[in-house]
């Protein structure tokens, strides 16, 4: 292990739109700032194909294309750019204090601001078909992806308040939505579930578990089983999507950053600022509602200005 650590005025930990967003206003305002990009550099959006609704891109471009851009801007302006994870954090109580980090298990940077991007994961069921036919017809996304099956059939699982959410936006591009509802209930709120249920293109199928996505290069269907009486059959779809909630890339910070039961940390509302002094939240790690690239980025430039700003109130 390394024994001196390098110290610097502000650490991104994270390569999606909000790290690459707050990487850019950092650079600009000469915060000199270093970010370590994380396991899947350039996040999410490396995972989807054509991205149609991100500002500025009127014939859309393809997720990781996009995330490319975001980087060569955030480098443009003198951003260090480094690969590799982080597998620790010691985060300071003081105003002014150093928060230690510490990057692949071996070197430490000691960061007066940390602005934290490290997003979120979509969980996903888990099945080898799933996997295959990922970007080729299975979702975790139907706010990104849906448009892409306007006039098609989808399936969408889930019975969360995402998954009512999600059925109900497919249910205006898709002549039918066939939802697959693990349990006998679903989970969401009264209101987001009666809208489903009084939707005509939408059929709700209740203890109905995935058993394989069917389909060679693209999605043509599922096949299902009944969990009560065992019975199996296919629904026939070309978009399957998966909304069973998502997990924010959070842990590192537990007991030091108050977050949700989830795990989404917590921002005073309006600003990025955590609990503690100098160490800002952005993008999907504190946004359970939107999610969306666009509000990541706008929520990154959030942290990069409440960052410079803190810094400038320090003594000097
Ligand atoms: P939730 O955790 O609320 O719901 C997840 C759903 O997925 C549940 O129905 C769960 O079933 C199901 N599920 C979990 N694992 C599996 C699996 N392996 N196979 C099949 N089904 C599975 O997640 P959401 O993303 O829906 O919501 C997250 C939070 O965001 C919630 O607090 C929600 O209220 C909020 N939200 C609010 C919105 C709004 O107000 N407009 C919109 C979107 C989200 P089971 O119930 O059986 O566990």
Not at 3 to 26: D, F, M, V
Not at 88 to 94: D, G, I, N, Q, R
Not at 271 to 287: E, H, I, R
Request: hydrophobic share 35%.
């Amino acid at each position: 292990m390394s024994t001196t650590p390098e110290r610097i005025s502000c650490l991104i930990i994270g390569s999606g739109p909000a790290g690459y967003t707050a990487a850019i206003y950092a650079a600009r305002a000469d915060m000199k700032p270093v970010m370590i990009t994380g396991m899947e550099m350039g996040g999410q959006l490396t995972t989807t194909t054509e991205v149609e609704n991100f500002p500025g891109y009127p014939d859309g471009i393809q997720g990781p294309e996009m995330m490319e851009e975001f980087k060569k801007q955030a480098e443009r302006f003198g951003t260090d750019i480094r690969i590799g994870y982080v597998s620790a954090a010691e985060l300071s109580t003081e105003v002014g204090g150093w928060h230690k980090i510490t990057v692949d298990d071996s070197k430490i940077i000691e960061a007066r601001t940390v602005i934290i991007a490290t997003g979120a994961s979509a969980k996903y069921l888990g099945l080898e078909s799933e996997k295959r036919l990922m970007g080729h017809g299975v979702s975790a996304c139907a706010v990104c992806d849906g448009f892409f099956f306007k006039g098609q059939e989808t399936i969408i699982v889930g019975g969360g308040d995402s998954a009512c959410e999600e059925a109900s936006y497919l249910s205006k591009l898709c002549p039918k939505v066939t939802m697959l509802v693990r349990g006998d209930q679903m989970r969401a709120s009264k209101i987001m579930q009666d809208r489903v249920i009084n939707t005509p293109n939408i059929e709700i199928l209740y203890n109905t578990e995935t058993l394989e996505v069917l389909g060679d290069d693209t999605v043509t269907g599922a096949r299902i089983r009944n969990r009560v009486n065992g019975e199996e059959s296919v629904v026939p779809a070309q978009g399957f999507f998966v909304a069973i909630g998502h997990k924010p890339n959070t842990d590192l910070f537990k007991g030091q950053l108050e977050m949700d039961e989830v795990g989404y940390l917590k921002a005073v509302p309006g600003t990025s600022k955590t609990n503690l002094p100098g160490v800002f939240a952005t993008g999907d790690a504190q946004d359970k509602h939107y999610r969306q690239a666009v509000t990541a980025a706008g929520s990154g430039c959030m942290g990069a200005l409440d960052a410079e700003r803190y810094l400038a109130a320090l003594p000097h």
